[in-house]
């Protein structure tokens, strides 16, 4: 019986000395988090300027885009974009401004890995594309934070369009 209740104090004791060395102090945690928006925010400024360059800055070499929905017979999927293709289109002149816009931006940490997740309205020029959440996923390189996955939704209704016109004058500024 004592070595099982050996092994179990040992057990506990090890979590509770990982359990403490994954947490980050609240000031780093609250840098990290600004640091994390803001690679999200250059993907999206890089987008709005088409430079291709500027949105892969922040990208990590084997990024994935993903998008979730319901195909034609109804059944919810998830479909990959090549990230290649999508920055490749980004970098493309348009007559109008692709704008993403993001708001109630919410992250999570733990250590070197982050989440971002937002709700989003999309713009081509002043008219309204579609809505949605986008969850991004990044992680700490040397060079900074990293997205390695974009995964949205997309529909047409059900979306906060005020928000979307305050999350515009706030990118605006």
């Not at 800055?57 to 290649?84: I, Y």
Request: hydrophobic share 45%; aromatic share 10%.
């Amino acid at each position: 019986m004592r070595p099982f209740l050996l092994l179990l104090v040992c057990l506990s004791l090890s979590g509770s000395v990982f359990a403490q060395t994954r947490k980050t102090a609240p000031a780093a945690a609250s840098s990290d988090a600004k640091a994390v928006e803001a690679a999200v925010v250059r993907f999206f400024d890089g987008m709005r300027a088409s430079d291709s360059t500027m949105a892969r800055s922040v990208l990590a070499p084997n990024a994935r885009l993903f998008s979730v929905g319901a195909g034609k017979d109804g059944t919810v999927l998830a479909r990959e974009t090549p990230m290649a293709k999508f920055v490749e289109m980004i970098g493309q002149k348009h007559p109008q401004v692709l704008d993403e816009r993001i708001w109630n931006v919410k992250v999570n940490l733990d250590g070197d890995l982050a989440t971002l997740w937002c709700d989003y309205a999309f713009y081509v020029g002043d008219t309204f594309s579609h809505c949605g959440a986008d969850a991004f996923q990044l992680y700490r390189s040397a060079e900074g934070w990293k997205i390695f996955s974009i995964t949205d939704t997309r529909r047409k209704e059900g979306c906060d369009l005020k928000a979307a016109q305050a999350a515009k004058a706030k990118t605006s500024r």
